[in-house]
């Protein structure tokens, strides 16, 4: 066998030698019997056809490769942006190892996240067995100050009553009656983890601000001049949350971050295991209530939670995922429109150089053709500062974005002159996305990891932006949000649209008259 101790290959090269081929070959021939590679061929090309991409959009019943997570995920990331609080799900083992594996290959660090177990006869019988026997494990092996609990399909499926279930745990001696334990609702079969984000969120806040589940007084707001932050479900939250700290410092405004997940996705290696780093504390969160207003920074990941801290009575000010000059001016406008501070000069230096930058390139990438897919609000986004690089983005697709989202890109292309060609797709998948860069080409194609088998299937170069990144590492240390943010994005789309264009012209004595050194 060519695989020993002393000679150790990796995967990649391992299955291509003559034992392993053989074995392959054989195997194909003698057990799957599948059909001729011609018949293969002539049914791939007909799926890449106008005819089938009609008879692919026509379809209600099947999504096939969704955009998208689900509740229960978005659910476990508010929990990580809280202090000392372990996110703890109503449900089985399998589902959780999911949350945390999928957390753990974006941002490249462990997830804490602990489940109740259930298994058959809680299917059956209910789970609060499991919820009592649970909360009592997770205080006593892993302290935690707050225990945030959330759902899955199990347990919404058979209607466990997660308020019931946790005053009877404290009724029974699990946690103290005066433990926080905030909970949400998030059924994975509907939504997505945006949804889940905004539940959890929402429960959070409605457990401080009104009255911890009945076991203390309703907080009566007294305004004052503070201001907070929630910046929805973010892949980039390390780079980013970084980043809009510093703006608020540099407006000298003092802000609460409502859900601060960055320090416990990026943990230094010195020798210290942290489990709980960072967040945002009980104290906070209870304060947050007497704030002048509320900045969501994305609108379709907290639009129960906008909701209820209006009507708390405080300004709520949405946007859609700031990217680039256009959305980050309308970020500090607002910022300063609402405290009163001017803009520093620094920060207008900083909107003129990604202006420069944005002017170096512009001959590159004017009228360059995009398509992207991903959550609503990356995508209005991304859409935005497409536009104002003269770029355009033929197809818009988001698989949790609904009709009313899909008005909100539609004005974007309605208000400038290289968007009349472009379409937006809601509630649309990535196999919808393949009929579409079949049928009608783009340059280019920006979305999360997923979108390299369409990459490879469709010729389309893919530029990784999105939620999750896996096959790239420490993309989400870097921001994608401000003027800086801005300026990774430019680059990251320079660079794709650099190596597309050097590999289309080094054929040497045929193309390479354009391989050129400078660009």
């Known amino acids: 066998m060519p695989q020993n101790a002393e000679k150790v290959i990796d995967h990649e090269m391992l299955f291509r030698q003559p034992e392993y081929t053989a074995l392959f070959e054989n195997k194909k021939a003698n057990f799957e019997f599948g059909h001729p590679a011609d018949k293969v061929a002539e049914i791939r090309d007909w799926t890449k056809s106008w005819d089938y991409r009609e008879k692919n959009f026509k379809r209600e019943a099947l999504t096939v490769n969704p955009a998208k997570a689900c509740q229960p995920l978005g659910a476990v990331f508010v929990a990580n942006g809280f202090a000392k609080t372990l996110s703890f799900v109503h449900g089985s083992q399998g589902c959780v190892a999911y949350y945390r594996s999928h957390f753990s290959r974006h941002f490249k660090e462990p997830t804490s996240c602990v489940s109740s177990s259930m298994t058959e006869d809680a299917a059956v019988f209910g789970g609060l067995n499991n919820m009592v026997d649970g909360l009592a494990n997770t205080l006593s092996l892993y302290k935690p100050e707050m225990i945030a609990v959330s759902t899955t399909c199990m347990a919404e499926v058979i209607g466990d009553d997660l308020d019931a279930f946790i005053k009877t745990a404290k009724q029974k001696g699990s946690v103290p009656a005066e433990y926080d334990v905030p909970f949400a609702h998030t059924p994975a079969f509907v939504g997505s983890h945006i949804t889940g984000y905004d539940n959890a969120l929402k429960g959070i806040l409605q457990h401080f601000w009104d009255g911890k589940a009945g076991t203390a007084p309703k907080l009566e707001r007294t305004p004052n001049e503070t201001v907070n932050f929630i910046g929805g479900f973010d892949g980039y939250v390390v780079g980013n949350m970084k980043e809009i700290k510093r703006l608020f410092s ?81 970020f500090l406008k607002e910022l300063s429109r609402i405290t009163g501070k001017p803009v520093p000069e620094a920060l207008k230096r900083e909107r003129g150089r990604l202006v420069d930058a944005i002017t170096d390139s512009q001959a590159h990438l004017h009228g360059k053709k995009f398509a992207l897919y991903g959550d609503p609000d990356l995508m209005l986004g991304l859409t935005q500062f497409l536009l104002d690089l003269g770029c355009e983005p033929t197809h818009v697709l988001s698989t949790n974005g609904d009709d009313k989202w899909a008005a909100k890109v539609q004005a974007l292309f309605d208000a400038s002159p290289v968007g009349r060609d472009c379409h937006v797709y809601p509630k649309r998948d990535l196999w919808h996305m393949r009929s579409l860069l079949n049928t009608e080409p783009v340059d280019f194609l920006i979305g999360n990891t997923y979108g390299k088998y369409l990459e490879r299937d469709t010729g389309t170069p893919l530029i990784r932006i999105g939620f999750p990144i896996f096959d790239r590492h420490h993309y989400h240390r870097l921001p994608i949000w401000g003027y800086q943010g801005g300026l990774h994005v430019l680059m990251q789309i320079l660079d794709e649209y650099f190596e597309a264009l050097d590999a289309n012209t080094n054929i040497p004595s045929k193309t390479d008259y354009s391989f050129d050194i400078i660009r």
């Open 250 to 330: 540099m407006m000298g405004v003092e802000a609460t971050f409502l859900c601060d997940p960055s320090d416990a996705w990026d943990t230094p290696t010195d020798g210290e295991f942290r489990m709980y780093d960072g967040g945002t504390t009980k104290e906070e969160a209870t304060a947050a209530i007497n704030a002048k207003a509320t900045f969501i920074y994305q609108e379709h990941s907290a639009e129960k939670t906008a909701k209820y801290i209006a009507e708390k009575g405080q300004e709520v000010v949405a946007l859609n995922s700031p990217i680039g000059v256009t959305g980050t001016d309308k």
